[in-house]
């Protein structure tokens, strides 16, 4: 690594970026209002006036007979303090990234993480379309779909996840409430029923894969309100073609502080349900030997009058996050039974366990 580089990098990686983004939320940063309407591709690319930007995409594939998981998530965040200042070297925003194979032949998460600040060609987040790089990994979309690149010492992966549903705009069209009280929200939309292709490399032998993939991008710069220590998270890919994105934001003693799901059927029909139509029942639990944060990491979610059980792929996938976004949580490829059938495929996502987010 050369000196420059060094600088670069070194800067982005003295603190966690919620540390790192920690000011007054009065100042300058963009707020996120109802009636937006979202335009495509611009909103595929990035939005610098806010404080905090993500994308990030999961997914279930197959090597053969092997299940493997993949996740991939870029975040960019702004730092106003540094607006005025003319260096180069100004930290105005960061980029950071982290990605992860779920094997379960290894039985852990295999995982990476990078975070640098925005410039000098290095790492950077167009603002016009997706076209995101940080070092060597990269995520771009074009009319084939999104391009997915990631290298690490244990891993690696080059995918292209298909679009083949049009974006699904969460909460009301795409203003997605956070907290009972609004002003704590994103804009936000997902696109489930991805179609992967590529390949991947586990400890330098690489396969051929194919499966299913979910991408979500939200921005905001008021996301979690005071009372919440974290959220749980899903997106499912139904097997009919349908999918299933539910959340609740959850406080101290593990109640919803918020919550919110949207379900698109097989026929493109969408349903939207609020914090009374949703919930989500812990079933089993597993202690982290390495945080030893508790995490339900099956659960049962309660969605209008239905009610889908969601397994892990198995029980060790929590990220060690401390070098990049801050923190550990649990991020999890599952298996979606309802009824006792199998129905689809996803991604669980168990945050503020170890410790409280500040976000």
């Known amino acids: 690594m050369d000196r420059r580089r060094r600088l670069i990098v070194g800067a982005a990686c003295a603190a966690p970026w919620w540390a790192l983004a920690q000011v007054d ?20 690319g990035a939005h610098p006036a806010f404080r905090v930007e ?30 005025a200042n003319p260096s180069a070297f100004a930290p105005r925003h960061l980029l950071l990234a982290h990605a992860a194979v779920a094997d379960p032949a290894v039985g852990h998460l295999l ?21 995101l ?7 771009r979309r074009d009319e084939a779909g999104y391009h997915l690149t990631v290298a690490a010492a244990d891993f690696s992966y080059a995918l292209l996840l298909k679009p083949e549903q049009p974006a699904l705009l969460q909460g009301r069209a795409g203003f997605s409430q956070k907290a009972p009280d609004p002003a704590h929200a994103s804009y936000y939309y997902s696109l489930p029923q991805l179609a ?23 921005w905001s710069s008021a996301y979690m309100p005071p009372a919440a220590v974290g959220w749980d998270w899903t997106g499912i890919n139904l097997h009919d073609g349908g999918a299933l ?20 059927g097989a026929d493109g029909k969408i349903e939207q349900y609020g914090p009374d139509a949703l919930r989500f029942e812990p079933q089993r639990r597993w202690t982290s030997p390495l945080s030893g944060a508790d995490y339900p990491v099956a659960i049962k979610v309660h969605v209008g009058t239905r009610v889908l059980a969601l397994l892990p792929l198995f029980d060790n996938q929590e990220m060690d996050a401390g070098a990049s976004v801050g923190g550990y949580y649990w991020e999890g490829a599952v298996r979606v039974l309802e009824g006792g059938r199998e129905t689809g495929r996803g991604y669980l996502e168990l945050t503020g366990y170890a410790e409280r987010l500040r976000m």
């Open 196 to 218: 992967v292709s590529g390949r991947v490399e586990l400890r330098r032998t690489a396969a051929a894969v194919r499966g299913l993939a979910w991408m979500d991008h939200e």
């Open 25 to 44: 939320r009065s100042g300058p940063y963009a707020t996120v209002l109802p009636g937006r309407v979202l335009q495509f591709p611009r909103d595929f």
């Open 111 to 131: 995982h990476a993480q990078k975070s640098a600040r925005a410039g000098f060609g290095l790492a950077f987040a167009d603002t016009a379309d997706c076209a």
């Open 54 to 83: 993500w994308w990030y995409a999961t997914g279930c594939l197959q090597a053969g007979t092997r299940e493997l998981g993949f996740q991939i998530t870029f975040f960019q965040v702004r730092q106003a303090e540094f607006d």
């Open 133 to 139: 790089r940080l070092d060597d990994w990269g995520m």
């Open 245 to 264: 994105m539910a959340f609740r934001m959850r406080d101290a003693a593990g109640q919803a502080v918020w919550a919110a799901a949207s379900w698109r």
